[in-house]
């Protein structure tokens, strides 16, 4: 390297603006000798002082393409790689880095999504199909700075009787269509969990779903153009997506405001403010309304609930990685810490008057839970895990609270809170509320 540099250099090569730098044994051996003399060759030509831009970092194990790597020594590598204490991205003189190798090799003469056959194990950030692995999430956080963007595809959950589920979910990877699963424990059917059905739909992101009377649901989705789009549950039909404006990059929230026939819709806005529009009965406010957001601005979707009547709370994590809450009751109240230390959206239900159960994604990938009895918030409490979503969750009564999370292999964990305790998790769903 140090040759081919000096060699240009004499021939009158220009650099132009930044070097672009090809860091693959760096990455590899996880050691900044190579980018320091780099550095030093540099400084002995032209390029002298110039940023460095890290544009291939991501390819297979060695030049003979045998695959070795296991998951987890990729993520250990993208781990250094974007450690601003001691890794790749806390040399002075690296200003950008990109990944190379984003998505596993996909055998493009397939009549379905597979990976290319006998292709050696690579360390694209995406399977074939658009399933993340570990160092997704890990690239993500770093990229993003921390936001909780990362963790935006978990399940949504709702109840409109106390023998009720609705559980809907995005597709896994590419699939982005909207699916649902439902119990009805009031009948006398022996296995009251539905089959799994789809709505279609197209999104990226989670799926925020509210039930304003019995027989009646709501979803609300981010689309591919970033608008919320939604459909609608009559009790005999789903009504086609139809799209409600607004920009976001997060999931919305959704919620029925309690003795009232009024729907809260909540977003995350591009300028990480929390904006609110709502129905009332059948007509829409006039657009979206921007209500703020606690100090630094949101920085996760938002979530939203109502546990009595005419009122309405709303939830999303801070700057500070704390979860944060506004209060509508006549008006809104301030912005207010409930504390916690979340890298996911927050999920919450309520169990009946000014009861509030708060869920998030904790940092060490485990579920968390404060509840509110209307005396001031408990302390958190791990549920265990892990997940790599947000959680979503429900309570059909005072006495059961149905949780859902995307474990790591990303199927759909469910676990339930009883006044006996909590269940442990379950990939296949434990059986919902009977009379």
Known sequence: MERYVKLFDRAGGQFGSAVSWHAYGAVRYRSLLSTDDLVTTLAATKGAGLPIWVTEAGAHVNDTRVPGQTEAEQDAQVRWMTDTGAGLASHDAITRMSHYHMRQEVDTTASSCQPKADFPWDTGLVRACGERRPAWYTWCLAARQGDAACYDDSPGAASWGPYRLDVFWRGNGDDAAIYRRWWDGSTKRPSPWSNVVTLGGATSSSPAVAAPAAKRLEVYVRGIDNAVWHSRYDGAAWAG???LGGLTYASPAASARKGTSIVDVFIRGTDNAIHHRYRNGTTWSSGWASIDAPPGGATSAPAAVSNSTGKIDVFVRGADSAIWRRTWTTSWSPWTSVGGAATSA???????????DLFVRGTDGQVYRSL????GWSGWVPLGGPTVSAPAAVATSANRIDLWVRGTGNALRHRVWQPSG??????TWFAGPRP
């Open 422 to 427: 909590w269940s442990g998790w379950s990939d």
């Open 372 to 375: 509110n009895n209307g005396g």
């Open 346 to 356: 927050p999920a919450v239900t309520s169990r009946g008057t000014d009861r509030l």
């Open 241 to 243: 997506w139809s799209q």
